[in-house]
């Protein structure tokens, strides 16, 4: 029952912080999409579909730090990438499709923090 009495909490205003968003990489955020992919592939049980686009993942973070100066701090979740989403198909090929599934869901909250 509600009490009509009550007065109902008040809204603080939102937070608003000056600090500029940091910009956005679109290396990352495509190997980022491919990740997303597999992991819906995987969600449905589309093994291949999931591995392909684990593949692409691979393939960009490869050709991102091919193309960047050594000292990028970028790199450093490139090669992230590139180990953890290698991980991930090993556990698909042992039939670990849920740990593999959870496990790229940690490395696409990884690359997002920055």
Known sequence: MVDPNRR?????????????????DSDLENVGDQIAKAIVHLNRGRREAA???????????????????????????????????EQARRQIARGKSVAAALAL???????DAG
């Open 8 to 24: 109902p909490a008040a809204i603080s205003p939102p937070a608003i912080s000056s600090a500029p968003l940091p910009a956005a």
């Open 51 to 85: 591995l392909h686009a684990l593949d692409q993942a691979q393939s960009a973070s490869r050709r991102a730090l091919a193309n960047r100066p050594v000292t990028d701090k970028v790199n450093e979740r490139l090669k992230m990438a590139l180990r953890e989403t």
């Open 105 to 111: 869901r940690k490395l696409a909250r990884q690359l």
